[in-house]
């Protein structure tokens, strides 16, 4: 009896933070995992710590140079895997910037084209280069990683200024809905981590003159760290069902977030 197909996972933005410890914990659930992590510039010392990962994991973390809606590099990428696998079974986008903290008036329009190239046209663009591969999985799965702050009920009407970030999220939810209902035969929900101890809580909590931001991180409690916050939402990525998360806006403790 031949062993089962490994699983296969892409993890968009994995050279630190949230992404870093996708491709950290992947292999230590699922032993069998092959994972495709992506790094702007792989042979840089900013792509260190995930070389490190890949060389725990020889032939079983895999890092590939990839740029966020680059049309191109995307389809390069999975004609790779589509070569080596011929399917990807969850696809983890991850990959995303938050800066130019602003009120709408004074908010910065190329830091607004910047966001909403990485943010929202970067997993479009990166679903339609997978599009295939997704298909050819048993049990495919499409999960942008999204944030509170793109709610328009919770945030919106807060103190807080991240408009850019915030509402590239806010279009990432309704892109991650959309792609729910035009294909039922894929798992896809914006799944949101909630405060997680990375390089870009700490520079927005930095970047943010009013200490708003600080304080409502503070009600949250301690943030997880990237490991403790991965380890939770792979549980519920890989047991997630399109009847029960599908088209839903998720939180990093399974409730549903209010869009």
């Keep these: 009896m031949s062993?089962?197909?490994?699983?296969?996972f892409f993890v968009a933005g994995a050279t630190r933070g949230l992404g870093l410890g996708f491709v950290s914990q992947i292999p230590v659930k699922y032993p069998s995992?092959?994972?495709?992590a992506w790094a702007r510039e792989p042979s840089s010392s900013g792509a260190d710590a995930l070389k490190r990962v890949a060389n725990m994991y020889p032939g079983r973390v895999e890092i590939?140079?990839?740029?966020?809606?680059?049309?191109?590099?995307?389809a390069e990428v999975a004609k790779e895997i589509r070569t080596r696998h011929g399917k990807v079974d969850v696809v983890i986008a991850n990959a995303a910037i938050c800066s130019g903290l602003a009120p709408v008036h004074k908010a910065d329009m190329n830091a607004f084209k910047e966001h909403f190239t990485v943010n929202v046209m970067g997993p479009i663009v990166l679903f339609k280069a997978f599009y295939g591969l997704l298909k050819a999985s048993?049990?495919?799965?499409?999960?942008?990683?999204?944030?509170?702050?793109?709610s328009l009920v919770i945030t919106v009407s807060g103190p807080l200024q991240g408009v850019c970030y915030c509402s590239?999220?806010?279009?990432?939810?309704?892109?991650?809905?959309?792609?729910h209902f035009e294909n039922e035969w894929l798992l896809c929900f914006p799944f949101a981590p909630g405060g997680v101890d990375t390089d870009m809580l700490r520079t927005t909590i930095a970047d943010d003159i009013t200490g708003k931001f600080a304080d409502a991180v503070e009600k949250q409690g301690v943030p997880l760290t990237p490991d403790a916050a991965a380890?939770?939402?792979?549980?519920?990525?890989m047991t997630a069902t399109r009847e029960g998360e599908g088209g839903q806006y998720v939180n990093i403790d399974s409730s549903r977030l209010p869009w």
């Design 231 to 237: 380890n939770k939402m792979i549980d519920i990525i």
């Design 138 to 150: 048993p049990s495919p799965k499409f999960i942008p990683i999204t944030s509170v702050g793109g």
């Design 3 to 8: 062993d089962p197909a490994p699983i296969i």
């Design 168 to 179: 590239s999220k806010a279009a990432l939810n309704w892109i991650s809905r959309k792609i």
């Design 64 to 74: 590939v140079k990839y740029v966020s809606a680059d049309e191109v590099g995307n």
């Design 33 to 36: 995992a092959i994972v495709y």
